[in-house]
């Protein structure tokens, strides 16, 4: 088929004379001028939209729609994006190669060439979520940390080495070498792309574009690339060639102007952008930055601020490509022909440079003049709560006895300053453990993401001996006296700050102050250094600074995520006893950017972002209710007083210094050993051989089950095969159907990903932790259910089991509350009719004795994390449909990806005014056609035989959802079209 828009196909030439083609948007632009007031994010996802439309996966209408696309138009329909890669990190990387394994095995069995499963477009895998901070204050720190890693994930890493032998277009930077988001900027990213052309014609050129597996993927948006986090089915489709398909966003312009001041770091800035943007509402939005201020910062500021999206709600934080994007190309080490084709093309496309006020026409505008930013902190339990620096002091204090529903702690002020002797001997072994109240499940997404993954303090403090006391620090181990305030973490990590070398050096240059003025870190504060990448280290090494961190305790502790993901490792024994049985309120700090409560640690309760420098002062000030402003800092020779003010850096003194961070050359050399040097302990993993997986035994990797009853044909969705026969003709066939089903929980608002499927810790006495002991696992191995996404056996029993979820179909006790954990009524006929088990062994007897079930639930169902398994894990166990107030984008979209049916309530309604208790049975009986948003009926037959129906939406939302739907979810629809 003829291209609709073949005549945009133009060329331009490079600074060398080299000649590329493209499809130009300024071509387009003759028959839509309103291209040329597009913002620019805009523009790009038109290219791809022209570049793709070829008939049949993208049709010429959605290059007319997004060609005219309105700042304040109706938002309904969705855009299919090809993106040019999928960048994966290796906790939601796992289960992916897992599925493409999975699609292999059904080829062999089928008789067809395993190869055809391969993916269309490059994928990068960088291990980097899996390394704790055991060992931390030492210069063999890293080394141990990770041999420790590497016993861990020993089964993972040699399935991932199959992967890289198996599959052409699938790469793995191993583990040591840095965070994905900063590899992805200072290696991944190329800036354009070329296809291989052929004798007809050359390659045609296209600008970078792709989704990861990780919320944060938006910092590449800080180099002009399009691209944000999504799901792993979402992410799975688009490796195998399939749009990733989004609403039409609205672009909010943030225009900056000004200057920042002396001192004030591209921390104070992000954190400054993060609070107004939260204020404006940006959700679901595109944010483009413009404006002449936008110009004065350096790419790693943009950077910086394009990776905290995700804390700002927006989809992308957008930064156009200009002298800077080429400058950092440059210091970065790409080529020069890269260099010269990715300035031609962006040129040639009209979309060079940072747009000046009016240039663009913006859904809204929000304005910061940079000269007005301070040095902040973000905390104690969002992103968004920005203080500024002099204000901590007063705002911790003041929030240590407010009310939870203010944000604070709800603690009894004449105890603020009381301290505790941290010494295990010293405490009753009978001592009262305080309760700790459970997060309302009305909460902000923000303060749900994580946090209920965690342990409990009451389970921390039932079970001492399963907590793995393994963090050594340097120096003495002389008693201390331990308060609310006192910070007992801090560490130098996230791709935030990392990426960035003006706040790396500024850290180096303020420890280097602090070590000559004679000041200390009190050895009990777990110290730590976790670079995004080598290049850090290589260049705090040159310039003399790392020797002056380590004498802090800021030695190198690992190249990953670390203490931002909650991987910080544990505290000492005596330290976690004293927070928990006198319910201190301690603090971590931290150059990262998510600091949700109990995220950090399960026991530090409040936990502020900061950059890299005020980390290395509050580590040394060793309290977070010491005013730095107007305080000194600490003692230090002859006990004088030093401030803060006394080892802050000057501008000039870091700028001297960042000739040494950006060197073409090193970038080089040390990304090359990517392949040629990856290391003595990736050297040592060997994986399995050959185009398809063997599934070897282990209960890290399993054989998913999605493909069990595959074939050719798409049948009927497997997601409804337990469906009866519909008794009136008009309604739709029974394929579409749910009848008969029984309620498995009835939930309130805010249901993250983390309470479908949490990442953290396994209980032994879950379903997962019983499996898994079954299998010979001890405890001390179960690892967490994030590291243990490959095997479907744990998961599936992992699903709902999140100790915080609570089931409201489970009656509250005599004094109101209800019960936490994934537990649920059994409401089937039969002698456990009415027992409460686990919703995993009530689904298991559900599913045997051929009855379908159904989830309820209240506002924002699926908000968090872009989690693949919350909705995997919901089909394994024989879940049809869910019906909730609202849905979450990606986990709407991972539901109908799966085969489950998401509806939504018009209106009022929800599942309490309809008066459920869960012994119902439900029939969902949709549209016939499936057509998208359309109406479906809910029915309801109570217990005593009475009915009542009521309108849902049903939120399958696009043609291609029914699609997917129909075939059984997205997995089976393009595994039938790989295998045609």
């Known amino acids: 088929m003829p291209h609709a828009f073949a005549s945009t196909l133009k060329t331009f030439k490079t600074a060398s004379g080299k000649t590329g083609s493209f499809y130009s948007l300024p071509v387009l632009a003759k028959k839509f001028p309103n291209v040329k007031r597009l913002p620019v994010s805009m523009r790009i996802v038109l290219e791809s939209v022209l570049r793709n439309c070829d008939g049949k996966k993208v049709t010429a209408e959605p290059v007319a729609e997004v060609a005219n696309w309105s700042p304040t138009g109706h938002r309904t329909n969705e855009i299919p994006f090809v993106v040019s890669r999928v960048v994966l990190q290796d906790f939601t990387g796992v289960p992916l190669l897992a599925d493409l394994a999975a699609m292999r095995s059904v080829a062999v069995k089928l008789g067809k060439n395993p190869k055809r499963i391969e993916p269309l477009v490059p994928v990068d895998l960088v291990v980097d979520h899996s390394v704790m901070v055991d060992h931390y204050g030492k210069k063999n720190s890293l080394d141990l940390n990770m041999k420790l890693e590497f016993q861990r994930n020993r089964e993972r890493y040699e399935f991932m080495k199959w992967g890289m032998q198996a599959f052409d277009t699938f790469r793995v930077v191993p583990p040591g070498f840095g965070i994905v988001h900063q590899v992805n900027l200072e290696y991944l990213a190329r800036g354009v792309h070329k296809t291989k052309g052929d004798a007809k014609n050359g390659p045609i050129y296209y600008p970078d574009t792709l989704v990861g597996t990780d919320s944060h993927t938006t910092m590449i948006n800080g180099i002009g690339v399009v691209a944000w986090g999504c799901g792993g089915i979402e992410a799975e489709a688009a490796m195998l060639g399939q749009p990733v398909y989004f609403l039409t966003p609205d672009v909010v312009g943030f225009e900056l102007t000004g200057r920042l001041r002396e001192g004030v770091t591209a921390t104070d800035l992000v954190l400054t952008v993060t609070e107004i943007l939260r204020r404006h509402k940006v959700v679901g939005k595109f944010v483009e930055f413009y404006g002449e201020g936008t110009r004065t910062l350096s790419l790693p500021d943009r950077a910086t601020i394009a990776n905290m999206a995700p804390e700002y709600g927006a989809t992308m934080g957008f930064f156009p490509v200009d002298e800077k994007t080429m400058e950092y190309f440059e210091g970065t080490g790409r080529t020069k022909p890269e260099m010269e084709a990715f300035e031609a093309y962006f040129k040639a496309q009209g979309l060079f440079g940072v747009p000046k006020s009016g240039d663009i026409d913006y859904s809204q505008v929000v304005k910061l003049d940079l000269g007005n930013v301070t040095p902040s902190l973000a905390g104690p339990k969002r992103p968004q709560d920005r203080i500024e620096l002099g204000n901590v002091a007063s705002q911790f204090e003041s929030l240590f006895s407010k009310p939870n529903a203010e944000n604070g702690f709800n603690q009894n002020a004449s105890v603020f300053h009381t301290r505790h002797l941290a010494r295990a001997s010293d405490v009753p072994a009978d001592a009262k453990i305080p309760k700790s109240p459970s997060t309302p499940l009305g909460a902000p997404r923000q303060v749900l993401e994580m946090e209920s993954s965690k342990p409990t303090l009451a389970a921390h403090h039932a079970a001492p001996s399963t907590v793995a006391a393994t963090a050594v620090a340097a120096g003495s181990k002389s008693d201390v006296t331990i308060g609310n305030g006192d910070v007992l973490i801090a560490a130098i990590t996230s791709c935030t700050n990392t990426s960035n070398p003006s706040v790396l050096l500024a850290a180096g240059l303020l420890a280097k102050k602090a070590v000559e003025a004679g000041l200390k870190v009190k050895p009990h504060i777990k110290t730590s250094l976790a670079p995004g990448s080598r290049i850090v280290t290589e260049y705090l090494t040159e310039t003399g600074l790392l020797p002056y961190l380590e004498k802090l305790g800021f030695a190198l502790a690992g190249y990953g995520c670390t203490t931002c993901i909650g991987n910080a490792g544990d505290l000492t024994p005596e330290l976690n006893d004293v927070i928990t049985k006198n319910d201190l309120i301690c603090a971590a700090v931290l150059s990262g950017n998510r600091n949700f409560e109990a995220r950090i640690h399960p026991n530090l309760k409040a936990n502020f972002l900061a950059s890299p420098p005020l980390v290395v002062a509050y580590a040394i000030a060793g309290t977070v209710n010491?005013?730095?402003?107007?305080?000194?800092?600490?003692?230090?020779?002859?006990?004088?007083?030093?401030?803060?003010?006394?080892?802050?850096?000057?501008?000039?003194?870091?700028?001297?210094?960042?000739?040494?961070?950006?060197?073409?050359?090193?970038?080089?050399?040390?990304?090359?050993?990517?392949?040629?040097?990856?290391?003595?302990?990736?050297?040592?993993?060997?994986?399995?051989?050959?185009?398809?997986?063997?599934?070897?035994?282990?209960?890290?990797?399993?054989?998913?089950?999605?493909?069990?009853?595959?074939?050719?044909?798409?049948?009927?969705?497997?997601?409804?095969?337990?469906?009866?026969?519909?008794?009136?003709?008009?309604?739709?066939?029974?394929?579409?159907?749910?009848?008969?089903?029984?309620?498995?929980?009835?939930?309130?608002?805010?249901?993250?990903?983390?309470?479908?499927?949490?990442?953290?810790?396994?209980?032994?006495?879950?379903?997962?932790?019983?499996?898994?002991?079954?299998?010979?696992?001890?405890?001390?191995?179960?690892?967490?259910?994030?590291?243990?996404?490959?095997?479907?056996?744990?998961?599936?029993?992992?699903?709902?089991?999140?100790?915080?979820?609570?089931?409201?179909?489970?009656?509250?006790?005599?004094?109101?509350?209800?019960?936490?954990?994934?537990?649920?009524?059994?409401?089937?006929?039969?002698?456990?009719?009415?027992?409460?088990?686990?919703?995993?062994?009530?689904?298991?007897?559900?599913?045997?004795?051929?009855?379908?079930?159904?989830?309820?639930?209240?506002?924002?169902?699926?908000?968090?994390?872009?989690?693949?398994?919350?909705?995997?894990?919901?089909?394994?166990?024989g879940i049809k449909a869910v019906v909730a107030k609202s849905f979450e984008r990606i986990h709407r979209s991972n539901l109908v990806g799966m085969g489950v049916l998401p509806l939504q309530f018009k209106g009022s309604d929800s599942w309490q005014s309809l008066g459920l208790k869960g012994d119902e049975r439900i029939d969902v009986i949709p549209d016939a056609k499936l057509t998208p948003q359309s109406d479906a009926t809910l029915r309801i037959t109570r217990a005593d035989g009475s009915t009542q129906e009521l309108t849902l939406t049903l939120r399958v939302d696009t043609p291609i959802e029914v699609d997917y739907y129909r075939a059984g979810g997205i997995l089976p629809f393009v595994l039938r079209q790989l295998l045609a």
Request: aromatic share 10%; no cysteine; glycine share 12%.
């Open 626 to 877: 010491r005013d730095l402003m107007t305080q000194p800092v600490g003692k230090g020779k002859g006990g004088k007083d030093v401030y803060l003010g006394d080892i802050w850096p000057t501008s000039d003194e870091i700028y001297k210094l960042l000739k040494y961070a950006m060197k073409g050359k090193a970038f080089r050399e040390n990304y090359a050993k990517v392949k040629t040097e990856p290391g003595k302990l990736w050297d040592k993993i060997k994986g399995v051989a050959g185009q398809a997986y063997t599934w070897p035994t282990s209960t890290y990797i399993a054989e998913p089950p999605f493909f069990a009853d595959f074939a050719m044909d798409s049948g009927a969705s497997p997601a409804l095969s337990m469906v009866s026969t519909a008794t009136n003709g008009t309604e739709s066939s029974t394929e579409e159907q749910v009848q008969g089903a029984r309620i498995m929980a009835l939930f309130g608002d805010s249901i993250t990903t983390d309470h479908i499927s949490p990442a953290g810790s396994i209980k032994e006495s879950s379903p997962a932790g019983q499996w898994l002991r079954a299998h010979g696992v001890l405890k001390a191995d179960f690892n967490s259910y994030g590291a243990r996404r490959g095997n479907h056996d744990v998961m599936m029993r992992g699903t709902f089991a999140n100790v915080r979820i609570k089931n409201l179909m489970i009656p509250p006790d005599a004094a109101g509350s209800r019960e936490e954990g994934g537990v649920t009524i059994y409401q089937h006929d039969g002698p456990d009719q009415g027992n409460k088990m686990f919703i995993y062994d009530a689904a298991i007897q559900y599913m045997a004795d051929g009855v379908p079930t159904v989830i309820f639930a209240g506002e924002e169902y699926g908000t968090g994390s872009s989690r693949d398994w919350a909705a995997k894990g919901t089909q394994l166990l």
